[in-house]
T-cell receptor, first 112, second 115 residues
Framework: SQQGEEDPQALSIQEGENATMNCSYK?????LQWYRQNSGRGLVHLIL?????REKHSGRLRVTLDTSKKSSSLLITASRAADTASYFC????????????FGKGITLSVRP | GAGVSQSPSNKVTEKGKDVELRCDPI?????LYWYRQSLGQGLEFLIY????????KSGLPSDRFSAERTGGSVSTLTIQRTQQEDSAVYLC?????????????FGSGTRLTVV
């Protein structure tokens, strides 16, 4: 079963613009993570935000978390063509031995 | 090793045959996970191992699927009597510990095609 649902499903922007991707989830979580996938193969971990955090930065990435709305957003600033990829949010539910549950992903295209 | 290694990278098999997929996690990572991803879809959890604990097999879609992890390191995912709906990319990941407290490191996956 999938916990996270990303929005939009696809996003196309011009290089240099900012890209905002949203994720909603259903159950209480310990943390939420964002991953990038190029060419349908391995995923790369981008950032992890814990349930008691509201915002986190890593380079050009900014992640917010609103546990009252059960939602998160990933902002990529000053996008580059190399940011073209699929982006997934994944959640870890509360409880022992929980594993990551992924959404279906967002396809981001950055036009040069 | 430096990363999670999966083999083979591609596998084409005939319907009804058995296949074995291998995953070599990062040294020192106690948790190992298997997911599969069908074309254009998200990741579907299959199974995970944590140390010497009994594996969480709750995601295995049928009894044709099984996995083992030997010596707390290398894992093999076996699919018996493969069906066309088993065609997907099978992804392995490892992390420092279970419980999702750390990010996962994924391998490049095995693309399985059942013809």
């Amino acid at each position: 079963s999938q916990q996270g649902e990303e929005d939009p499903q696809a996003l196309s922007i011009q290089e240099g613009e900012n890209a905002t991707m949203n994720c909603s989830y259903k159950t209480s979580i310990n943390n939420l993570q964002w991953y990038r996938q190029n060419s349908g193969r391995g995923l790369v971990h981008l950032i992890l935000i814990r349930s008691n955090e509201r915002e986190k930065h890593s380079g050009r990435l900014r992640v917010t978390l609103d546990t009252s709305k059960k939602s998160s957003s990933l902002l990529i600033t000053a996008s580059r063509a190399a940011d073209t990829a699929s982006y997934f949010c994944a959640t870890v539910s509360t409880g022992a031995n929980s594993k990551l549950t992924f959404g279906k992903g967002i396809t981001l295209s950055v036009r040069p | 090793g430096a990363g999670v290694s999966q083999s083979p990278s591609n596998k084409v098999t005939e319907k009804g045959k058995d296949v074995e997929l291998r995953c070599d996690p990062i040294s020192g990572h106690t948790a190992l996970y298997w997911y599969r991803q069908s074309l254009g879809q998200g990741l579907e959890f299959l199974i995970y191992f944590q140390g010497n604990s009994a594996p969480d097999k709750s995601g295995l879609p049928s009894d044709r699927f099984s996995a083992e992890r030997t010596g707390g390191s290398v894992s093999t995912l076996t699919i018996q009597r493969t069906q066309q709906e088993d065609s997907a990319v099978y992804l392995c990941a490892s992390s420092l510990s279970a419980g999702g407290r750390h990010g996962y490191t994924f391998g490049s996956g095995t693309r399985l095609t059942v013809v």
